[in-house]
């Protein structure tokens, strides 16, 4: 399977040899007729959608249809993800009995939502069937992304063909965020990891494979400056791209002797507001939280962080988990670690300096009520003024 780029895919794919492996021993299985399920899950940015790409190179030699679809958060829209993969992606629409019913189904519930109890569960009948025979003539694959995003009906229509077992003759690929799960995706995941679905868990790269897909995407070695920068990433693929993309559009790069470093600062504060976009995702009072453990450190105990908001822990938790499942903070035994230190930057920076201020000053109490050293009170006193 190939790793270089292809049309749409935003930066090299580098690092990801294993995954690329277990995915085409997959995709093998399945033109050889067993049915295979994947459960894809990385954190935001972390390449799902580069390693799924890759997969087209391989369908091709095989001769595999390869069939994808994207969840969205509209999820207001029924089937809206079965409906993308197998009626409007796959140029079927309208060819055969089963579509054609489909279609006339899907335009009846959207006009009349409310009094389509019926043909919602025709539907959900007929797309099961569809994915059943899809197969029938030639072996595929259906990659479906973002899945944590899906709309209802499509969720049951995929927990339903779990408890049945795996797709004949294809290989099913779900990603997702390792965000909470909503009890329908939960109920979905929990049906497909009994029925045997294998479980691809997509990392961080490491610090080797961050500094290739730096040098991929501009072309040369690159300096200690930018180095330095693309180590505060977590090996995230999206972050490291965001960190060149910024530095080349704020002209902050400059070749010497053959190597390219980035120069000055000025082009970090962008860098903070396009970072700061990628986690919107999260919701308002995540983010709140999350910029307000900034001023801690990149790690700190969620103790301390309660007495410096004046919340009780357990509601700290609750909004915390959320920057846990998506890899923005990590558990490291009793305290929280910034997953990225960029991000963690781009949250401190966020902050109006008279609230920052006014956290550091807070902390400084915090933390002096916890117990924690004199000059890590006074850095934070210092802070403050």
């Known amino acids: 399977m190939s790793t270089s780029a292809e049309p749409g895919r935003t930066w090299p794919l580098v690092g990801r040899a294993a995954e690329l492996d277990d995915l085409d021993d997959l995709l093998s299985t399945a033109a050889d007729g067993v049915g295979m399920t994947v459960l894809l899950e990385g954190e935001a940015g972390v390449g799902k959608t580069s390693l799924v790409d890759a997969l087209r190179g391989s369908a091709r030699l095989l001769d595999v249809e390869l069939l994808t679809a994207r969840a969205s958060e509209l999820r207001d829209w029924p089937f809206a993800l079965l409906s993308d993969a197998l009626l409007v992606r796959s140029g079927r629409a309208g060819r055969g009995p089963v579509e054609a019913e489909l279609t006339d189904l899907l335009d009846a519930i959207y006009a009349d939502p409310v009094r389509s109890v019926a043909r919602h569960d025709r539907a959900a009948e007929l797309f099961a069937a569809l994915l059943r025979r899809h197969g029938d003539s030639r072996p595929w694959a259906l990659v479906l992304e973002d899945v944590h995003e899906a709309d209802a009906p499509s969720l049951e229509v995929l927990l339903q063909l779990a408890h049945e077992g795996a797709v004949p003759r294809a290989l099913v690929v779900l990603t997702m965020r390792p965000v909470p799960y909503r009890p329908e995706l939960a109920a979905v995941v929990a ?33 200690p400056s930018l180095r330095g920068t693309l180590a505060t990433t977590g090996g995230n693929p999206r972050l490291v791209a965001d960190v060149v993309r910024t530095a080349r559009s704020a002209g902050a790069l400059a070749v010497t002797d053959g190597v390219l470093d980035s120069t000055g600062v000025a082009w970090l504060t962008p860098l903070d507001e396009v970072v700061r976009r990628r986690i919107e995702y999260l919701g308002p009072d995540v983010l709140a939280l ?3 453990a900034s001023v801690l450190g990149t790690s700190f105990v969620i103790a301390d962080l309660a007495s410096l908001v004046g919340d009780p822990v357990g509601d700290c938790w609750r909004t915390l988990r959320h920057g846990l499942a998506a890899g923005v903070v ?19 920076n966020g902050l109006e300096p008279d609230q920052r201020r006014a956290l550091h000053a807070r902390a400084a109490w915090a933390l002096r009520q916890a117990g924690a050293p004199p000059q890590i009170v006074t850095a934070h006193l210092e802070r403050a003024r």
Not at 330 to 348: E, K, M, Q, T
């Open 191 to 223: 049906a497909w990891t009994r029925a045997g679905a294998r479980y691809l868990e997509l990392r961080p790269l490491n610090a080797r494979a961050t500094v290739e897909l730096a040098e991929n995407l501009v072309g040369s070695p690159v300096g």
């Open 330 to 348: 990590r558990a490291r035994g009793d305290r929280l670690v910034f997953g990225h230190d960029l991000v963690r930057g781009a949250l401190y």
């Open 290 to 292: 999350l910029g307000q």
